[in-house]
T-cell receptor, first 114, second 116 residues
Framework: EPEVTQTPSHQVTQMGQEVILRCVPI?????FYWYRQILGQKVEFLVS????????KSEIFDDQFSVERPDGSNFTLKIRSTKLEDSAMYFC????????????FGPGTRLLVL | AQKVTQAQTEISVVEKEDVTLDCVYE???????LFWYKQPPSGELVFLIR??????QNEISGRYSWNFQKSTSSFNFTITASQVVDSAVYFC?????????????FGEGTQLTVNP
């Protein structure tokens, strides 16, 4: 069964460093998403991406964040200058279509900023 | 704005008990979608079910059943004869056709512990 994959599974970084989180969505999916979950809290939407551009972003997704689909398979989230409060689990998701379609999530990347 | 409320933060049951997880949503949209996801201790988010706002039929899948009532804006999830493997955090979520990008809005989650 096709699934969303994410790398790395864990990343530890120093405050102020740049990190890139990588995702490979399900191959026939057209919509891609990033969510984050601070430890013990709910899952929060960051950004959605379709047709090589951002279709929606939340107030969390400020200028420190960017997304890219550098090739036909990868979908990346970059945090330019990490802060302590960026420590969280970051989930990538993909769906065939928009709201009516199910979003399938990857296993997540646990980011720890020291 | 959409909002999803899961008032039960934690529930603890003994194996074989039935348990119902509550979900109440707020939306002004006429067409929307509701979801349940399971997050086991390993951390991944596992899709369980999707319902459309225009389909109020209840659904049963094995030991799982879902009760969708538009009149009370609720989408409750019942596990019959619970098992230890059901222990997880369960999230209810909402998305709307009228919102571009289709963000999922999640509830706070309910931590279910099933004790042997």
């Amino acid at each position: 069964e096709p699934e969303v994959t994410q790398t790395p599974s864990h990343q530890v970084t120093q405050m102020g460093q740049e990190v890139i989180l990588r995702c490979v969505p399900i191959s026939n999916h057209l919509y891609f998403y990033w969510y984050r979950q601070i430890l013990g809290q709910k899952v929060e939407f960051l950004v959605s991406f379709y047709n090589n551009e951002i279709s929606e972003k939340s107030e969390i997704f400020d200028d420190q964040f960017s997304v890219e689909r550098p090739d036909g398979s990868n979908f990346t989230l970059k945090i330019r200058s990490t802060k302590l409060e960026d420590s969280a689990m970051y989930f990538c998701a993909s769906s065939v279509g928009k709201a009516q379609e199910t979003q399938y999530f990857g296993p997540g990347t646990r980011l720890l900023v020291l | 704005a959409q909002k999803v409320t899961q008032a039960q933060t934690e529930i603890s049951v003994v194996e074989k008990e039935d348990v119902t997880l509550d979900c109440v949503y707020e939306t002004r949209d006429t067409t929307y979608y509701l979801f349940w996801y399971k997050q086991p201790p390993s951390g991944e988010l596992v899709f369980l079910i999707r319902r459309n706002s225009f389909d109020e039929q209840n659904e049963i899948s094995g030991r799982y059943s879902w009760n969708f009532q538009k009149s009370t804006s609720s989408f409750n999830f019942t596990i019959t004869a619970s098992q230890v493997v059901d222990s997880a955090v369960y999230f209810c979520a909402h998305s709307s056709r009228e919102t571009s990008g289709s963000r999922l809005t999640f509830g706070e989650g309910t931590q279910l512990t099933v004790n042997p």
